[in-house]
């Protein structure tokens, strides 16, 4: 039975989820099964496959090959000859265009001495005579393709709260919006200036 093999495993991926990398500033990296699936004949069939999805966040110095090892090497996974691999996203957009990449998000930091980071530290002081909080998000932003991929320097910087990110009931207040505004006003003049 495909579903009894996967038993152990889960649990494995439950105990790994709690020693993996950790980075003074992003803090630890996360692993959660996210799904899973199984064919059968039918209700009343011994399962022939069952498969999970791994929601891995890397944490700074972790790579997903490593990743993957980590969970290829846990013992219920090889006395299942599981296969662990990474997928693929290949959906078409609206328009049909099918741009296949793999479901990588790669972590990602700009140290707080970098120039960029210097620049948006410069405007908000600017605008407004104080140090703003330099910080992380704790939730995924295109930064992994730009910086993570790329590595072209980005920040973040937003209206809203962070615990609203990316939630159904998100809300951001006009008060954020404007001084948002402001900063991305001076952003380009305090970049010029910091180069």
Known sequence: NAIFKMGPILGE?????????????????TLT???????????CAVADSCAV????????????EGALDEIRALPAVQKANAVVSMYNYDRPS????????????????????????????NAYEGLFGKAPVVDKWTFSTNGVSIMGRHGIPVIGFGPGKEPEAHAPNEKTWKSHLVTCAAMYAAIPLSWLATE
């Open 13 to 29: 991926l439950q105990e790994l989820s709690q020693r993996l990398g950790y980075d003074e500033f992003l803090g630890k990296g």
């Open 33 to 43: 099964v996210s799904e899973i699936f199984f064919t059968s004949p039918s209700r």
């Open 53 to 64: 999805s791994i929601d891995r966040r890397l944490t700074w110095g972790e790579t997903w």
């Open 94 to 121: 609206w328009t049909g265009l099918v741009y296949p990449t793999e479901c990588y998000f790669p972590t990602w930091k700009v140290e707080e001495d970098h120039f960029t980071v210097k620049a948006l530290v």
